[in-house]
Structure formats: C-alpha cells, structure tokens
C-alpha cells in the first residue's frame, strides 16, 4: 500500500501563513509537517505555478484569471512550482501535488507538471504524490510518468469510486473527511487503497477519522493535528 506520512501540511500551513506561498512551507515545516500539499496551475504561458483558484484575487488581491495571465506578472507572492520544489529541496518535505487545472487545460497541466517533476524533483526528498479532482488530469500523468503514484480526489466517496480509481490506476484516495463514512472508509482500505482526508483542522475529528481507519489528515494547521494523533 502507498505510504504516506499522518499528517500533510495544506497548501503549506495555511491556517498561519498565506496559502500556497515558500512562507507557508517553512510554517509547516516548523510546526512538525514532514510533507506538504500544494496546488498546481499554468499561466497564460504554460509556466506551472501554485494557486488554487481560477482567478488570483482571493490570495493576492489582484483581480485577473490564472489563465491570462503572464508568468512574469505574477504578484511577487506567487511562486513557481520550480521555485516552491527548490524550497521542498531545502526544508527536506515531501509533498502531495495537487494538479489544478484551469478550464480546458486538464490534459496539458499534468503533462507540464510531471515534466517538471522529472527534471527538478530531489532524488533525496520521497517520491511526489501526483493527484486531481479530474480524471483526464489523472489519466494524461499516468500516461505520461507512470512512475509517480497517483490519488484520486473526490469530494465524496460514491458508488463509482472504485471504477475511477482503478482507471486512473491510483494508489490512493482523497476525499473530504466531513463527508466520509466509516463504511466507506472500510471500503477503500479493505480494496488496498490509501485513505487521505481533507481538510480537518480539529484534533479529536482527525482522531475520530483515524480510528475510522484514516492513513493521512491533510490539514491547515499540522501542529494541532500532529499533537493530537501523537
């Protein structure tokens, strides 16, 4: 089964720092989080970056789509995914990177994205956790670099959860811990699959989720969560 560490910083350590940013990294890293999960776009010139949203206004202020904008007009904020791997090299995290693609641009996201983990991912750091919320993103990174394992993410376990999975040929699943069942929860582990659940940021729900069987709390705040899983 996949091996993943008990607790994954989101988007770094976002309840103490700004989301997907090199100082929410460091936050986490400081706060006890060994891996962390991030979210990766391109820009209007293909240049992977970490943002979540479509449009850069919630995070940086700045009202204009992802997807029209140039790399080279990027709020300083933003990091590239070439930078924010320099920083997994130097804090010694590994990470869960979340393939976001904007409209249209599914395929061609996790095509540019494991293309950049080939080249810049650290031989010593543990191997990347590619995952998605769209199927075809899923699908394109396993045609394309086989050898990074892959989590689908969905935000409620249904009944087609399986056939999904095993098409993307995933090793684990991400879903939302409010939403998840302890039946479900049996379900994947007794298939052999990893159990992630996001986004959980009070110690005795990630204790609860756990004892359901839970492999991985990706959480905003990793102290609290590592404190109460110890």
């Given at each position: 089964?996949?091996?993943?560490?008990k607790v994954?910083?989101?988007?770094?350590?976002?309840?103490y720092a700004?989301?997907?940013?090199?100082?929410?990294?460091r936050?986490?890293?400081?706060r006890?989080a060994?891996w962390?999960?991030?979210?990766?776009?391109l820009?209007?010139?293909?240049?992977?970056?970490?943002?979540?949203?479509?449009s850069?206004?919630r995070?940086?202020?700045?009202d204009?789509l992802?997807a029209?904008t140039?790399?080279?007009?990027?709020?300083?904020?933003?990091?590239?995914?070439?930078?924010?791997?320099?920083?997994?090299?130097e804090?010694?995290?590994?990470?869960?990177?979340?393939i976001?693609?904007c409209?249209?641009?599914?395929?061609e996201?996790?095509?540019i994205t494991?293309?950049t983990?080939?080249r810049?991912?650290?031989?010593q750091?543990?191997?990347?956790?590619?995952?998605s919320?769209?199927?075809?993103?899923?699908a394109t990174a396993?045609?394309a670099?086989?050898?990074?394992d892959?989590a689908i993410?969905?935000?409620e376990i249904?009944?087609?959860?399986?056939?999904?999975?095993?098409a993307?040929k995933?090793?684990g699943?991400?879903?939302?811990?409010?939403?998840l069942?302890?039946?479900?929860?049996v379900?994947?582990?007794k298939?052999?699959?990893?159990?992630?659940?996001?986004?959980?940021?009070?110690g005795?729900?990630?204790q609860?989720?756990?004892?359901?069987?839970?492999?991985?709390?990706?959480?905003?705040?990793?102290?609290?969560?590592?404190?109460a899983?110890?």
């Open positions: 089964m996949l091996q993943l560490p994954i910083g989101h988007r770094g350590a976002a309840a700004p989301e997907n940013t090199l100082d929410s990294f936050e986490a890293r400081r006890g060994t962390v999960e991030i979210d990766v776009k820009t209007s010139d293909s240049v992977p970056i970490l943002m979540h949203d479509a850069l206004k995070t940086t202020g700045v204009r992802v029209e140039r790399a080279v007009d990027l709020p300083k904020s933003v990091p590239t995914f070439e930078a924010a791997i320099a920083c997994f090299q804090l010694g995290v590994g990470c869960n990177v979340e976001k693609p409209e249209g641009r599914a395929a996201t996790a095509r494991v293309e983990l080939r810049c991912w650290p031989k750091l543990p191997a990347p956790l590619l995952s919320f769209v199927d075809v993103s899923l396993l045609a670099a086989p050898e990074f892959r993410l969905l935000g249904g009944d087609d959860w399986l056939s999904r999975t095993q993307v995933a090793r699943v991400n879903t939302n811990g409010k939403k069942t302890a039946p479900r929860a379900e994947v582990r298939a052999g699959y990893a159990l992630s659940v996001y986004t959980i940021n009070e005795d729900v990630a609860a989720l756990v004892g359901m069987g839970v492999d991985c709390v990706i959480t905003d705040a990793p102290d609290v969560i590592l404190k899983l110890a």
